[in-house]
């Protein structure tokens, strides 16, 4: 692999994962705000997370892919990999645990999901 790809994969994912991170913040700052005004259930908010990282996840993928323009399931691959990481790092952090099954569901969830963004942001015509 040429420096040049290595570059151009490297600023792909980057970009893709700051991105993604940004959009996960965001929905999690409406999903707080739909939470604290309305009679939601905290019961939700683990599936809201899933689903948060899911979207996270495919974000991050496709744009990845889009900006680098082939081998997208790799590219995907790499941003949920990297993406699943920070989610373990905060795990950590936060419960002191290093993985659960919940844990392992969300990070499983992130990389399918990003290498499904990855397989879309190639594949689209856009």
């Known amino acids: 692999m040429k420096a040049k790809d290595l570059k151009q994969i490297l600023v792909s994912v980057g970009i893709g994962v700051l991105v993604g991170s940004c959009v996960l913040l965001l929905i999690f700052a409406i999903m707080a705000l739909l939470i604290l005004h309305s009679n939601l259930s905290i019961a939700l908010i683990h ?3 899933i ?3 899911g ?3 495919f974000v991050s993928g496709y744009l990845a892919a889009r900006l680098y323009h082939k081998k997208g399931l790799l590219m995907g691959l790499i941003c949920g990999v990297v993406l699943s ?9 936060s419960t002191g645990l290093l993985i659960s099954a919940s844990e392992f569901a969300k990070i ?5 999901s990003a290498c499904f963004g990855g397989v879309f ?3 689209s015509k856009y």
């Open 55 to 57: 979207i996270e996840g």
């Open 121 to 123: 942001g190639v594949n």
């Open 47 to 49: 599936p809201i997370i």
């Open 85 to 93: 990481l920070i989610i373990f790092i905060m795990t950590i952090f």
């Open 51 to 53: 689903v948060c990282g």
């Open 108 to 112: 499983l969830i992130v990389c399918v």
